[in-house]
T-cell receptor, first 112, second 114 residues
Framework: KQEVTQIPAALSVPEGENLVLNCSFTDSAIYNLQWFRQDPGKGLTSLLLIQSSQREQTSGRLNASLDKSSGRSTLYIAASQPGDSATYLCAVSGAGSYQLTFGKGTKLSVIP | SAVISQKPSRDICQRGTSLTIQCQVDSQVTMMFWYRQQPGQSLTLIATANQGSEATYESGFVIDKFPISRPNLTFSTLTVSNMSPEDSSIYLC???????????FGPGTRLTVT
């Protein structure tokens, strides 16, 4: 059974810092990995999707990497802003399955 | 990307009653998914809903408790039946883009059962 772990559970940084969020998964036979953002009491916003054949994806100040063999992904946020404060969720889908398995998320607070 | 809306956005319900949550997508999609997010927990898939067929439920979820309808390619409902306080959660629907395989989520329905 796939398990997804996100470390740290919470992170507080001053505005302007670069930061890295970590995600690990136990079964390397994934189809893709997706990073989401969730604001308090709200739904999920898709940030980046990495196919299993890819190593990284970039969108603006966000860069996500994938090392499938070691079961790890990182989300790099450059020049953090208070508006980046949210919970960041990592999710993986297995080969032949649409089901996403989610981690518990990292709650990020960017202090002005 | 798909735009998804859900109704209601939140509700407070009494124990033993039922609530039907609606999910509307702005484009036709083959598969729709229903997730539950219990307080302090991550998301768990309840079921997958295909138009024209019975929903497929994940382990631990049954049709009698969470009946799902999928009358067309843009709409689905999830009913939470005979509610108890343990059903207090955020319920989210999602769809998958068949070209990019990216999943998109609705804003969620926050349910509180008293």
């Amino acid at each position: 059974k796939q398990e997804v772990t996100q470390i740290p559970a919470a992170l507080s940084v001053p505005e302007g810092e670069n930061l890295v969020l970590n995600c690990s998964f136990t079964d390397s036979a994934i189809y893709n990995l997706q990073w989401f953002r969730q604001d308090p009491g709200k739904g999920l916003t898709s940030l980046l999707l990495i196919q299993s054949s890819q190593r990284e994806q970039t969108s603006g100040r966000l860069n996500a990497s994938l090392d499938k063999s070691s079961g790890r992904s990182t989300l790099y946020i450059a020049a953090s802003q208070p508006g980046d404060s949210a919970t960041y969720l990592c999710a993986v889908s297995g080969a032949g399955s649409y089901q996403l398995t989610f981690g518990k998320g990292t709650k990020l607070s960017v202090i002005p | 990307s798909a735009v998804i809306s859900q109704k209601p956005s939140r509700d407070i319900c009494q124990r033993g009653t039922s609530l039907t949550i609606q999910c509307q997508v702005d484009s036709q999609v083959t598969m729709m998914f229903w997730y539950r997010q219990q307080p302090g927990q991550s998301l768990t898939l309840i079921a997958t809903a295909n138009q024209g067929s019975e929903a497929t439920y994940e382990s631990g979820f049954v049709i009698d408790k969470f009946p799902i309808s999928r009358p067309n390619l843009t709409f689905s409902t999830l009913t939470v039946s005979n509610m108890s306080p343990e059903d207090s959660s955020i319920y989210l629907c999602s769809v998958e883009d068949h070209l990019s395989y990216e999943q998109y989520f609705g804003p969620g329905t926050r349910l509180t059962v008293t």
